[in-house]
């Protein structure tokens, strides 16, 4: 599919005329993006690592996967909304850049591990691993660092694309 009309609308819009204008302002638009990029991979990792008895051993999973999601969730709001503000500066040279694609491509699909995968096996972790008591219908200790590893390596690689962004 053809989506290179969206990038051409972007880059005419009153947003892009804005942001090219005041040059000085996408680089604090642009901290707050690596911020919370800081704060998305930073939570997502405590989660993931904990879950795959690396990190907090002693302290039980479940609180630490509910109170890293509200966080989690902001720093998702903030990352797209900057991000949307950066990609308005330079439309037309992410409209042929396959990092940016990888990029998106990786956001979706971490968006829709967490909700789903992730959210359904922690709250089934066996106690081995979650310290959160009895619990009939849990789900083998090496699928929960199998989902833990794979929410990492997801949130990994769209980082990694974001910074390849700007070398290529
Ligand atoms: C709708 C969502 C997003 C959009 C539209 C977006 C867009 C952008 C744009 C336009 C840039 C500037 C590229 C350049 O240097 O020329 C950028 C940089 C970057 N983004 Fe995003 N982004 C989004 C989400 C994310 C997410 C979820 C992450 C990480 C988990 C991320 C990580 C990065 C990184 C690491 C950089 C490079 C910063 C630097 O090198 O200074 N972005 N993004």
Request: proline share 2%; charged share 15%; hydrophobic share 60%.
């Amino acid at each position: 599919m053809d989506v290179v009309f969206i990038f051409q609308w972007l880059d005419a819009s009153a947003l892009a005329d804005f942001t090219k204008t005041w040059a000085g302002l996408f680089a604090a638009v642009q901290t707050v993006h690596i911020l919370s990029m800081v704060m998305l991979c930073g939570m997502m990792m405590l989660g993931d690592l904990r879950m795959m008895n690396v990190i907090l051993k002693g302290v039980p999973s479940e609180p630490i996967i509910e109170n890293t999601k509200k966080w989690i969730y902001l720093a998702l709001v903030l990352i797209i909304l900057t991000g949307i503000y950066e990609a308005s500066a330079i439309a037309m040279k992410l409209a042929y850049n396959s990092f940016f694609f990888a990029k998106m491509a990786g956001l979706s699909m971490g968006i829709i591990f967490m909700l789903s995968l992730r959210n359904a096996v922690y709250l089934r972790a066996p106690e081995e691993i979650g310290a959160n008591g009895e619990r009939s219908e849990s789900v083998p200790v090496w699928v929960v660092k199998l989902v833990a590893f794979t929410s990492l390596l997801i949130w990994f690689t769209v980082a990694a694309s974001g910074r390849w962004i700007g070398f290529s």
